[in-house]
């Protein structure tokens, strides 16, 4: 997940929350994987994270097959 602001009621910056987890982009996807929850497509002009859109699964699939040297050469900087 990218640095995201948090904010009060009155949309004041209070704080931010960032995440560190590798970005990957791959079939058409931006996504980071948690070690928890799994995949999260994420928007590709800002990182946030969006739904799950449709053709995401098979794509998701396909990138978990490959070897993890593989998967490196689609990894992504912030």
Do not use: Q
């Not at 904010?7 to 996807?29: A, M």
């Not at 928890?36 to 497509?41: K, L, V």
Request: net charge negative; aromatic share 16%.
């Amino acid at each position: 997940m990218p640095c995201l602001p948090i904010t009060d009621s009155s949309g004041t910056r209070v704080g931010i929350v960032c995440g560190f987890h590798p970005l990957y982009d791959f079939g058409g996807f931006v996504f980071e994987i948690h070690r928890y929850f799994g995949p999260c497509p994420l928007r590709r002009d800002n990182h946030e994270p969006r739904n799950i859109p449709a053709g995401f699964w098979p794509v998701w699939e396909r990138f978990e097959g490959l070897a993890a040297a593989e998967r490196e050469k689609y990894r992504v900087e912030p």
